[in-house]
T-cell receptor, first 112, second 112 residues
Framework: QKEVEQNSGPLSVPEGAIASLNCTYS??????FFWYRQYSGKSPELIMFIYSNGDKEDGRFTAQLNKASQYVSLLIRDSQPSDSATYLCAVNGQGGSEKLVFGKGTKLTVNP | KAGVTQTPRYLIKTRGQQVTLSCSPI?????VSWYQQTPGQGLQFLFEYFSETQRNKGNFPGRFSGRQFSNSRSEMNVSTLELGDSALYLC???????????FGSGTRLTVV
Protein backbone atom coordinates (compact mmCIF):
# COMPACT_ATOMS: atom_id res chain seq x y z
CA GLN A 1 0.00 0.00 0.00
CA LYS A 2 1.31 3.42 -0.96
CA GLU A 3 2.03 5.64 2.03
CA VAL A 4 0.30 8.78 0.75
CA GLU A 5 -2.24 8.57 -2.03
CA GLN A 6 -3.81 11.30 -4.09
CA ASN A 7 -5.94 11.30 -7.22
CA SER A 8 -3.56 12.29 -10.00
CA GLY A 9 -6.29 14.19 -11.79
CA PRO A 10 -6.36 16.29 -13.73
CA LEU A 11 -9.07 18.07 -11.81
CA SER A 12 -10.73 20.79 -13.80
CA VAL A 13 -13.02 23.41 -12.25
CA PRO A 14 -14.49 26.67 -13.54
CA GLU A 15 -13.31 29.98 -12.15
CA GLY A 16 -15.14 30.85 -8.94
CA ALA A 17 -15.97 27.25 -8.07
CA ILE A 18 -14.75 25.23 -5.08
CA ALA A 19 -11.90 22.83 -5.82
CA SER A 20 -11.69 19.80 -3.55
CA LEU A 21 -8.43 17.87 -3.29
CA ASN A 22 -8.16 14.65 -1.34
CA CYS A 23 -5.40 12.61 0.24
CA THR A 24 -5.23 9.41 2.26
CA TYR A 25 -2.29 8.14 4.26
CA SER A 26 -1.35 4.78 5.70
CA UNK A 27 0.70 5.55 8.83
CA UNK A 28 -1.58 5.98 11.84
CA UNK A 29 1.37 7.44 13.76
CA UNK A 30 1.58 10.47 11.48
CA UNK A 31 1.06 13.72 13.30
CA UNK A 32 1.59 16.55 10.85
CA PHE A 33 -0.04 17.07 7.49
CA PHE A 34 0.91 19.54 4.80
CA TRP A 35 -0.34 20.84 1.49
CA TYR A 36 2.15 22.13 -1.03
CA ARG A 37 1.45 23.85 -4.33
CA GLN A 38 3.83 23.35 -7.24
CA TYR A 39 3.61 25.40 -10.39
CA SER A 40 5.03 23.88 -13.53
CA GLY A 41 8.80 24.23 -13.56
CA LYS A 42 8.90 25.55 -10.00
CA SER A 43 9.61 24.03 -6.60
CA PRO A 44 6.88 23.13 -4.09
CA GLU A 45 5.53 25.92 -1.90
CA LEU A 46 3.91 25.28 1.48
CA ILE A 47 0.36 26.61 1.62
CA MET A 48 -1.23 24.88 4.63
CA PHE A 49 -0.42 22.61 7.53
CA ILE A 50 -2.73 20.94 10.00
CA TYR A 51 -2.19 18.86 13.10
CA SER A 52 -5.58 18.45 14.74
CA ASN A 53 -8.78 16.82 13.59
CA GLY A 54 -11.21 19.23 12.04
CA ASP A 55 -10.87 22.22 9.75
CA LYS A 56 -8.26 24.90 9.45
CA GLU A 57 -8.96 27.94 7.33
CA ASP A 58 -6.52 30.39 5.76
CA GLY A 59 -8.05 32.81 3.32
CA ARG A 60 -9.57 30.89 0.43
CA PHE A 61 -7.96 27.65 1.60
CA THR A 62 -9.40 25.16 4.10
CA ALA A 63 -7.56 22.04 5.19
CA GLN A 64 -9.57 19.22 6.73
CA LEU A 65 -8.15 16.35 8.75
CA ASN A 66 -9.82 13.14 9.87
CA LYS A 67 -7.29 10.95 11.63
CA ALA A 68 -9.76 8.11 12.24
CA SER A 69 -10.29 7.81 8.48
CA GLN A 70 -6.67 8.73 7.71
CA TYR A 71 -7.89 11.38 5.36
CA VAL A 72 -6.77 14.92 4.60
CA SER A 73 -8.38 17.31 2.17
CA LEU A 74 -7.84 20.79 0.82
CA LEU A 75 -10.68 23.01 -0.31
CA ILE A 76 -10.00 26.04 -2.45
CA ARG A 77 -12.92 28.46 -2.52
CA ASP A 78 -13.49 30.98 -5.32
CA SER A 79 -10.90 29.21 -7.46
CA GLN A 80 -8.80 31.44 -9.71
CA PRO A 81 -6.82 30.61 -12.85
CA SER A 82 -3.70 31.39 -10.80
CA ASP A 83 -4.57 28.40 -8.60
CA SER A 84 -3.83 26.10 -11.54
CA ALA A 85 -0.95 23.96 -10.30
CA THR A 86 -0.15 20.54 -8.90
CA TYR A 87 -1.11 20.15 -5.25
CA LEU A 88 1.00 17.83 -3.15
CA CYS A 89 -0.12 16.26 0.09
CA ALA A 90 2.66 15.46 2.55
CA VAL A 91 2.64 13.59 5.82
CA ASN A 92 5.41 13.36 8.37
CA GLY A 93 6.76 9.96 9.24
CA GLN A 94 6.04 7.68 12.14
CA GLY A 95 6.48 9.02 15.61
CA GLY A 96 6.85 12.59 14.48
CA SER A 97 9.83 11.86 12.28
CA GLU A 98 11.15 14.80 10.31
CA LYS A 99 10.84 12.75 7.15
CA LEU A 100 8.04 14.06 4.95
CA VAL A 101 6.34 11.57 2.67
CA PHE A 102 4.66 13.09 -0.35
CA GLY A 103 1.80 11.95 -2.51
CA LYS A 104 2.31 12.18 -6.25
CA GLY A 105 0.07 15.22 -6.45
CA THR A 106 -3.18 16.27 -8.05
CA LYS A 107 -3.04 18.55 -11.06
CA LEU A 108 -5.67 21.28 -10.81
CA THR A 109 -6.78 23.41 -13.74
CA VAL A 110 -9.06 26.38 -13.15
CA ASN A 111 -10.76 27.45 -16.35
CA PRO A 112 -11.58 31.16 -16.85
CA LYS B 1 15.26 36.86 4.58
CA ALA B 2 17.05 34.81 1.94
CA GLY B 3 15.40 31.56 0.94
CA VAL B 4 16.92 28.15 0.41
CA THR B 5 19.70 28.40 -2.16
CA GLN B 6 20.70 25.47 -4.32
CA THR B 7 23.62 25.36 -6.69
CA PRO B 8 24.05 24.69 -9.48
CA ARG B 9 20.62 25.12 -11.09
CA TYR B 10 21.38 22.86 -14.02
CA LEU B 11 23.91 20.12 -14.53
CA ILE B 12 24.68 17.71 -17.34
CA LYS B 13 26.85 14.73 -16.51
CA THR B 14 27.92 11.54 -18.25
CA ARG B 15 27.11 8.07 -16.99
CA GLY B 16 29.71 6.85 -14.51
CA GLN B 17 30.68 10.32 -13.34
CA GLN B 18 29.95 11.68 -9.91
CA VAL B 19 28.24 14.90 -8.92
CA THR B 20 27.99 17.12 -5.86
CA LEU B 21 25.01 19.38 -5.24
CA SER B 22 24.97 22.17 -2.70
CA CYS B 23 22.25 23.61 -0.49
CA SER B 24 22.30 26.64 1.81
CA PRO B 25 19.28 26.64 4.13
CA ILE B 26 17.38 29.63 5.43
CA UNK B 27 19.36 31.33 8.16
CA UNK B 28 18.58 29.71 11.49
CA UNK B 29 17.19 26.52 9.98
CA UNK B 30 19.05 23.49 11.22
CA UNK B 31 17.11 20.72 9.48
CA VAL B 32 17.89 20.07 5.82
CA SER B 33 16.22 17.42 3.70
CA TRP B 34 16.89 16.28 0.17
CA TYR B 35 14.33 14.96 -2.29
CA GLN B 36 14.46 13.56 -5.78
CA GLN B 37 11.58 14.48 -8.07
CA THR B 38 10.80 12.63 -11.28
CA PRO B 39 7.60 12.61 -13.35
CA GLY B 40 6.98 8.93 -12.68
CA GLN B 41 7.84 8.67 -8.99
CA GLY B 42 7.03 12.12 -7.71
CA LEU B 43 8.94 13.47 -4.72
CA GLN B 44 11.03 10.82 -3.05
CA PHE B 45 12.86 11.36 0.21
CA LEU B 46 16.64 10.94 0.11
CA PHE B 47 17.85 11.98 3.56
CA GLU B 48 17.50 14.50 6.34
CA TYR B 49 20.21 16.16 8.40
CA PHE B 50 20.02 18.04 11.65
CA SER B 51 23.05 19.58 13.34
CA GLU B 52 25.44 17.66 11.09
CA THR B 53 23.79 14.31 11.85
CA GLN B 54 21.82 12.23 9.38
CA ARG B 55 18.57 11.50 11.17
CA ASN B 56 16.56 9.86 8.41
CA LYS B 57 17.41 8.09 5.19
CA GLY B 58 15.23 7.07 2.28
CA ASN B 59 15.39 3.95 0.14
CA PHE B 60 18.13 4.95 -2.23
CA PRO B 61 21.31 3.03 -3.04
CA GLY B 62 24.57 3.84 -1.30
CA ARG B 63 25.67 5.83 -4.36
CA PHE B 64 23.61 8.64 -2.88
CA SER B 65 25.22 10.28 0.11
CA GLY B 66 25.12 13.57 1.87
CA ARG B 67 26.52 15.63 4.66
CA GLN B 68 25.82 18.75 6.62
CA PHE B 69 28.35 21.27 7.82
CA SER B 70 28.47 23.20 11.07
CA ASN B 71 26.87 26.23 9.39
CA SER B 72 23.93 23.98 8.35
CA ARG B 73 24.88 24.06 4.68
CA SER B 74 24.46 20.67 3.11
CA GLU B 75 25.81 18.78 0.14
CA MET B 76 24.65 15.63 -1.54
CA ASN B 77 26.81 13.43 -3.69
CA VAL B 78 25.85 10.89 -6.30
CA SER B 79 28.60 8.58 -7.50
CA THR B 80 28.69 6.37 -10.58
CA LEU B 81 25.82 8.21 -12.22
CA GLU B 82 23.17 6.25 -14.07
CA LEU B 83 20.69 7.48 -16.67
CA GLY B 84 17.89 6.94 -14.14
CA ASP B 85 19.44 9.51 -11.82
CA SER B 86 18.24 12.25 -14.15
CA ALA B 87 15.84 14.24 -12.02
CA LEU B 88 15.15 17.45 -10.17
CA TYR B 89 16.93 17.38 -6.82
CA LEU B 90 15.29 19.53 -4.21
CA CYS B 91 16.65 20.68 -0.91
CA UNK B 92 14.33 21.86 1.83
CA UNK B 93 15.03 23.41 5.19
CA UNK B 94 13.08 23.83 8.37
CA UNK B 95 13.58 25.36 11.78
CA UNK B 96 11.54 22.48 13.11
CA UNK B 97 10.17 19.83 10.79
CA UNK B 98 6.63 19.76 12.07
CA UNK B 99 6.07 23.27 10.75
CA UNK B 100 6.85 22.26 7.21
CA UNK B 101 9.74 22.70 4.91
CA UNK B 102 10.75 25.51 2.57
CA PHE B 103 12.13 24.25 -0.69
CA GLY B 104 14.92 25.63 -2.79
CA SER B 105 14.60 26.04 -6.56
CA GLY B 106 16.27 22.71 -7.15
CA THR B 107 19.09 21.36 -9.27
CA ARG B 108 18.06 19.82 -12.55
CA LEU B 109 20.48 16.93 -13.21
CA THR B 110 20.62 15.32 -16.62
CA VAL B 111 22.72 12.20 -17.07
CA VAL B 112 23.64 11.36 -20.67
Amino acid sequence: QKEVEQNSGPLSVPEGAIASLNCTYSDRGSQSFFWYRQYSGKSPELIMFIYSNGDKEDGRFTAQLNKASQYVSLLIRDSQPSDSATYLCAVNGQGGSEKLVFGKGTKLTVNP
Amino acid sequence: KAGVTQTPRYLIKTRGQQVTLSCSPISGHRSVSWYQQTPGQGLQFLFEYFSETQRNKGNFPGRFSGRQFSNSRSEMNVSTLELGDSALYLCASSAYGNYGYTFGSGTRLTVV
